[in-house]
């Protein structure tokens, strides 16, 4: 939880831990204990078990008895579902995403972010295609892959420097390492308009990636192509997917003015 959230009396302590139970919960998990979800929020056993109980009787959490364990609720899945449904980005991307994903033979996704990861909230692949183990819901990291980093890009300079303060506080001893490569990445996106990953999330993982502002209001998205370094060479990532990429981000653009 942010620092500055704390003094702010304006901020509700409980409804905000309560979010970030259900927001600790990821895309491979079917359930979590309250051990689980305490570790994960950074929070007392006894709060977690208060907070889990609550987020039950209104239906966020399902009990599973037999495991001792949580479940997101039916509830939860309406907010979410409320949530997609307002993204007409999502059906106007999709088969330029779809075009791309056949002509790369990799993933093409598109992300926004959530506290320091970017979730992926539409994919598509090739029918052919050998491709990474992710899938819509799942997460990456802002801060080291190409997704992440394009979307720190497309910021406005005082939104850069406060999600750049929150990685320096989410990791204070890689933070060094960190801002050296974001910085570089920022100066990639300018001279390139794409930001890369090579090998820097994962060690077998290219991908480039490209961000832009869905609408007026709202935070930037991010599309990426990726896929195993064998597959999705350096040099044919850039050459050949990263106009096409640039060019599919235009038109979407066009078709949301």
């Not at 500055?4 to 998990?29: I, M, P, Q, Y």
């Not at 819901?137 to 005082?158: C, D, E, K």
């Not at 998205?221 to 096409?244: D, H, T, W, Y």
Request: with cysteine.
């Amino acid at each position: 939880m942010n620092t500055n959230s704390k003094e702010d009396r304006h901020f509700v302590t409980a409804l905000a831990r309560g979010l970030e139970v259900l927001a600790c919960f990821r895309s491979a998990d079917k359930a979590l204990g309250n051990n689980d979800i305490a570790k994960r929020c950074q929070l007392p056993k006894s709060t977690v078990s208060r907070l889990t109980y609550t987020l039950t009787k209104l239906g966020y959490l399902n009990y599973l008895p037999h495991q001792g364990q949580y479940a997101l609720g039916s509830a939860t899945l309406a907010l979410g579902s409320a949530m997609i449904a307002r993204m007409d980005v999502r059906q106007l991307a999709r088969p330029l995403m779809q075009e791309l994903a056949d002509f790369s033979q990799g993933m093409v996704s598109l992300g926004m972010r959530d506290k320091l990861s970017m979730i992926y909230i539409e994919n598509c692949r090739s029918q052919t295609a050998l491709t990474l183990s992710l899938d819509v819901g799942s997460r990456i990291p802002v801060a080291t892959t190409a997704m992440g980093r394009a979307f720190i890009a497309q910021l406005s300079a005082a939104h850069q420097q406060q999600v750049l303060a929150d990685i320096a506080e989410a990791e204070p001893a890689r933070w060094p390492q960190l801002q050296s490569e974001i910085q570089q990445a920022l100066q990639e996106y300018a001279e390139l308009g794409c930001c890369t990953s090579f090998g820097q999330w994962q060690p077998e993982v290219n991908a480039i990636a490209v961000a832009f502002s869905p609408g007026p209001g709202m935070m930037p998205m991010a599309i990426n192509c990726g896929g195993p370094s064998f597959v999705l060479k350096q040099a044919f990532l850039m050459e050949e997917v990263r106009p096409r990429l640039c060019d599919l981000v235009t038109q979407l653009q066009h078709h949301l003015r």
